[in-house]
Every structure is written in C-alpha cells, then in structure tokens.
C-alpha cells in the first residue's frame, strides 16, 4: 500500500470526555456495533479506492491481485497519484470502475470485471485477505464501507469465519506482546525508573550541569536541543539510533498534563515549584530528559539505554522553577522491539481495532448494511499506559494518596476470586460458570483526568452469548456495555490476549489459543493450512474504557489516507463438502461532513 498521504491517525490520551459520554448511560443505550451507523443517500464526495489481495492454500499464502498493477503481477504499484491528477489527468480519482480498468491485475487469477473477491472452488483450509485503502478526494466527508453483490454458498458462510479491522498499526517500537500479564504496558522489553533520579539510580549513565559539566561548560543558560545532544561535540552518537525528541512543557504546566511527541505521550504526576522538581511518567522508551531552570542552566539526565519513566522526579541545577523540559529518545528503542507491521501492511496485529468478527455470514451482514470509518480509530500499542491511554476496570489505588494528582492506580483483573462481587442478578462463583445473560457490573475508581469533581463512572458489561472450548468451558464471550470499550484483555493462567476495539459498545472478547503464536492471523497454520490450536479457558479478564468519538472523528480530511482488513479463512476441520463459491465487491462512499440530515 502506498504511503504517499499523510495519515490522519492519532494515538489519542484519555480525555475528559469519557465521563459526559458515559455516567449514567444505560445498560445498552448504545445499540448497535462498533462503526454501525444509519445513511442516507447523499454520498458524492469523490473517493478514490485501491487494494491488495492474497490468497492462502496448502499453508501458503500468494498475492493473487492489485489494483493499481501497472506491471500486472499482482502486486500493487509503489507509486500513486490519488487525487491529483497533474498534467496527465491519470488520477485514480478519474477511474470510474476500478473493477474493470486496465491498472487493475488482469491474468490467469483475474479478468476484466471479475468480483473483487471470486473463487469458485472453496474447501477446507483455504482463506484469503484484502486490505482497501481510501483516499478522499476535494473536500472533507464522512465515510462508510459496504459490501455489495455477495454471493456466498450458506453453508459456507455459517462454517467460515471472518472479521473487518483498522489495517493502522505501525509498528513502532512494538514490544513483545507477551504473556506477562500486561499485555500492553512495558512487557519487559525496557526498565521502569522510579522515584528521584540521582547518580544511584539504574541505568543512569551520567547527569550534566550544562553551566559547568563538560562538554557543556557553557558558565550561563543555555537552551540545548535533542538535535545538538546528538552531536558529537557534545554527547553523540547513541548506540541504538537517532536521537530524536522535542520539548514537551514550557514553564506553565501542572499536575496531570499530558502531552504527545515523538517519544510518546509524558504525564506529569506532580510539580514542586518551591525545589524546582517534577515527577514524569512515559508511555513510551525515553533516553535523555532535560530539565531547564532559567537563567541558571538546565540539569541532563542521560540514561545507558532506553527506560520507561514510572513516576520518576527531575530537577533543576539549582532548584530554581523549571523554565522547559526536553524529551529525547532513540529510533530504535533500546533494539528489544521486534518493529513488525505498518499500516496497511495486509496483516492483523494484535493492537489493531476489530470493527466486527465472527462467522462469515455475520461479518457480510454488517457490511452489506454499511459500516461508518473513523477518521481518528483507537489503535493500540506496546506502551499504552492505563490512566493515560484508557482507563482500566477494574482498578486499584496503589499510593497513599486519595485524590488527584499524586494518587496511583494499577489495573487488576476480574478471577475467581472476586467474580462474584461484580455480578449482578445472576450468580457466578467462578469464571467457568459464565453464562448467558450475566451482567459484570464494575465500580468506576479515581478520577477522569484526575479531576476531582468528575469520578470514573461506572461500567456494566452485559455478556450476550458465551463462547465454549471442547471441553466446554468458556473461551470468549459476546459483550454489550453501556460505555465505550477500546481495549479486553482476557487471560488464561500466564497467557493473555488483547482484544481491541474502536470505542465500541458491543463486540466479541476472546481468549489466547494454545501454542506460541497468539496473533490470530487468518485462523491458519502457516505450515499445513489446518486451524490454529484451539483457545485456552478463560480464568481472568479486564476492561479497558476510552473517551467516546466525537463529530471530528468522523469527518475525514480530504487527501488523507486510511485502511480497512478483511480477511476470511475456512477451518480445515470445517464439515463442508464439495468446492463452493463466494463472491462480493466492496465500495466506499462519502459525504460532506457539513451534511446533518442522518448524520452520526
């Protein structure tokens, strides 16, 4: 997939809206699923399409077509002009059927016209993928996918399964998305650094007085930039990368500001203007911060490798008030990030936001009925921190303090051991004991945005069906709760699985499967094309809750470009004899944002 337009996506902080969307919202006043909306009929912004398709047969996945494929090899062309146009007019934008057009894939596979997905000879252990990619074209719209023309054999499409997710993961940084239990915090790959950090202090290889340490000595203020740390005159080159970073907080910040960089988002925990300190935390790696005191010069810590900040405290070189602080940080982490995937790369991360899975026919039932894209989805990441990114039910005040700024909270888990305490109605003494119609009812703890006078609400997680293994003990669940969900870990002793969604109110949580791979790529094998191993029972689950979408989100700027999964897959275990056939097209649409009439 080209990369050609800037994307529009953003790693979005907890804000303070959760709570307006969310406390006292009924159980299921939300009705429908993640990205399902109602339309009318006025789409005629210009939308330019594209794909990427793959195939996967006898363990093997092949690229069977593109659009466009200048070469007519399958692959999709590197370089393309959306909505331009230029001198020669040659703009996807004018192509008016991608389908039949002549930069689409034309060869053995494919002809002129054909379906977008069309095979006719569908067994057991088959599946295939394509990624779209959109571009809007002219003005801002608001945007919906839809399938049209599916045929599908039934039983096929009851056997078959399938799901629709963001394509938006890049994969900075990604560390191991593990079985330690947190599944999306440091998981391991960096050290925390707590507390005041000094000279004693893990990792820490050397803090500077540029008004008088070498090779500053510079014997007045000075304002230095990640750039110039990265000089060899002063403190380059650092081993894994190129330091990058900006400054992050002038002299009017406060507790509880959050702010986004290129090293992820900082937090401060707390500031002490008397002593010139501030306490930090990150969501991300962080190799150097500089803390600046005025006139008086600015104190460097440089640490020996990348570290996560865990409310650790800084300082001026005087304890005079803080007039700036830098972030820096290395491309390349401290090199334990495995750094696979990127947006629109054709394959399902674990941090990318399912807009609706399950059974073949399910998925196709939704898209036929159109489903709405967000401008802005809630992708995850390795460092995603529970306060910062989402907030975390259910969770437990760890400090001694009660109140914002400096109160601490930690996410904890739903287990035997305190299941029953959050159902309502129904009785459940254990998790194997989940059923039908249960409802999880999860007190709010803390703050949002650690305001005072804004409590967590309260979240309630209606479990519509329940999902068994063979041995009859429950490996997932369908869910429907009355604020939105971005992000359910369910655990399975030492394993885990993130489940992520957009925001959404309702969806399916599932458990890891056994084996080392936990990536739920295509449901198969990539050796014998047979199904993964079956899920793990379910023995602890957690909810990770979002601010709500706003209008903006759904309103895309134009020339901005996003991407959408669907993949599909036939279990090799699947009763279904014979070759059947299954067939549908896809098609984006747009209209003007300023269009109120049925708008979201």
């Known amino acids: 997939m080209s990369k050609e337009s800037k994307p529009n996506i953003t790693r979005r902080n907890v804000l303070a809206g959760i709570g307006a969307s969310g406390a006292g919202l009924a159980l299921g006043a939300h009705g429908v699923a993640a990205g399902e909306k109602n339309y009318d009929d006025k789409y005629d912004v210009p939308v330019a399409i594209d794909w990427q398709e793959a195939f996967h047969k006898h363990g093997e996945w092949k690229k069977v077509e593109a659009f466009p494929d200048d070469?007519?090899?399958?692959?999709?062309?590197?370089?393309?002009?959306?909505?331009?146009?230029?001198?020669?007019?040659?703009?996807?934008?004018?192509?008016?059927?991608?389908?039949?057009?002549?930069?689409?894939?034309?060869?053995?596979?494919?002809?002129?016209?054909?379906?977008?997905?069309?095979?006719h000879g569908v067994k057991p252990g088959y599946g295939g993928e394509v990624t779209l990619s959109y571009h809007i074209c002219d003005e801002p719209?608001?945007?919906?996918?839809?399938?049209?023309?599916?045929?599908?054999?039934?039983?096929?499409?009851?056997?078959?399964?399938?799901?629709?997710?963001?394509?938006?993961?890049?994969?900075?940084?990604?560390?191991?998305?593990g079985n330690n239990g947190n599944n999306g915090n440091n998981n391991g790959d960096y050290t925390d650094v707590t507390g005041e950090v000094d000279e004693n202090t893990s990792l820490i290889d050397e803090i500077y007085d540029t008004r008088t340490d070498e090779p500053f000595d510079t014997g007045n203020a000075r304002?230095?930039?990640?750039?110039?740390?990265?000089?060899?005159?002063?403190?380059?080159?650092?081993?894994?990368?190129?330091?990058?970073?900006?400054?992050?907080?002038?002299?009017?910040?406060?507790?509880?500001?959050?702010?986004?960089?290129?090293?992820?988002?900082?937090?401060?925990?707390?500031?002490?203007?008397?002593?010139?300190?501030?306490?930090?935390?990150?969501?991300?790696?962080?190799?150097?911060?500089?803390?600046?005191?005025?006139?008086?010069?600015?104190?460097?810590?440089?640490?020996?490798?990348?570290?996560?900040?865990?409310?650790?405290?800084?300082?001026?070189?005087?304890?005079?008030?803080?007039?700036?602080?830098?972030?820096?940080?290395?491309?390349?982490?401290?090199?334990?990030?495995?750094?696979?995937?990127?947006?629109?790369?054709?394959?399902?991360?674990?941090?990318?936001?399912?807009?609706?899975?399950?059974?073949?026919?399910?998925?196709?039932?939704?898209?036929?009925?159109?489903?709405h894209v967000s401008g802005d989805?809630?992708?995850?990441?390795?460092?995603?921190?529970?306060?910062?990114?989402?907030?975390?039910?259910?969770?437990?005040?760890?400090?001694?303090?009660?109140?914002?700024?400096?109160?601490?909270?930690?996410?904890?888990?739903i287990t035997d051991d305190n299941v029953d305490e959050c159902v309502d109605d129904k009785k459940v003494k254990k998790l194997?004991?989940?059923?039908?119609?249960?409802?999880?009812?999860?007190?709010?703890?803390?703050?949002?945005?650690?305001?005072?006078?804004?409590?967590?609400?309260?979240?309630?997680?209606?479990v519509k069906k329940v999902i068994t293994g063979k041995k009859g003990k429950p490996v997932g669940f369908k869910w429907k709760s009355n604020l939105p969900i971005c992000r359910i870990n369910v655990a399975s002793g030492e394993h885990t699985k993130l489940n992520v969604f957009d925001r959404a109110t309702e969806g399916t949580a599932l458990a890891p499967r056994y084996g080392h791979d936990n990536n739920d790529n295509c449901g198969c094998d990539n050796n014998n094309?047979?199904?993964?191993?079956?899920?793990?029972?379910?023995?602890?689950?957690?909810?990770?809750?979002?601010?709500?979408?706003?209008?903006?989100?759904?309103?895309?700027?134009?020339?901005?470009?996003?991407y959408i999964g669907f993949e599909w897959w036939l279990p090799k275990h699947a009763g279904l004899k014979g070759k059947k056939k299954f067939q549908t097209n896809f098609d984006f649409k747009a209209k003007p944002c300023d269009d109120n009439n049925n708008s979201t």
């Open 529 to 562: 094309g047979h199904e993964k191993h079956g899920r793990r029972p379910i023995t602890g689950v957690r909810f990770g809750v979002c601010d709500d979408h706003d209008e903006d989100d759904w309103c895309i700027e134009d020339s901005n470009t996003g």
């Open 223 to 371: 304002n230095f930039t990640c750039d110039q740390y990265d000089n060899e005159e002063y403190l380059g080159p650092f081993d894994g990368g190129e330091l990058q970073g900006e400054e992050y907080f002038d002299d009017d910040f406060s507790e509880g500001d959050m702010v986004s960089g290129a090293c992820g988002t900082i937090t401060v925990i707390s500031r002490d203007t008397a002593t010139g300190s501030v306490t930090l935390s990150s969501d991300g790696p962080v190799r150097l911060v500089s803390v600046k005191g005025g006139n008086e010069g600015e104190h460097v810590y440089v640490f020996s490798e990348s570290v996560i900040l865990e409310d650790a405290t800084f300082s001026t070189p005087t304890g005079q008030g803080i007039s700036n602080i830098d972030i820096c940080c290395t491309d390349n982490g401290n090199g334990n990030g495995n750094g696979n995937g990127k947006r629109g790369d054709n394959v399902y991360q674990p941090y990318e936001p399912i807009i609706v899975q399950g059974s073949l026919k399910k998925v196709l039932h939704k898209l036929k009925k159109g489903v």
């Open 141 to 177: 719209g608001k945007l919906k996918l839809e399938a049209d023309d599916v045929k599908v054999d039934k039983k096929l499409a009851h056997l078959a399964r399938a799901r629709v997710w963001y394509d938006e993961f890049d994969g900075a940084n990604n560390g191991h998305n």
């Open 71 to 119: 070469d007519n090899n399958g692959v999709q062309d590197d370089d393309i002009d959306y909505c331009d146009g230029g001198v020669m007019n040659d703009a996807l934008i004018g192509v008016e059927n991608p389908l039949s057009a002549d930069l689409r894939t034309n060869d053995d596979y494919t002809s002129s016209g054909d379906p977008l997905i069309n095979y």
């Open 432 to 462: 194997k004991h989940l059923d039908d119609g249960v409802k999880l009812c999860i007190d709010g703890t803390g703050y949002v945005a650690r305001n005072e006078e804004n409590p967590l609400p309260d979240l309630c997680i209606y």
């Open 377 to 413: 989805p809630y992708v995850a990441g390795p460092f995603d921190r529970e306060g910062i990114h989402y907030y975390g039910y259910p969770r437990t005040n760890t400090s001694d303090m009660k109140t914002p700024p400096a109160e601490k909270y930690d996410p904890g888990w």
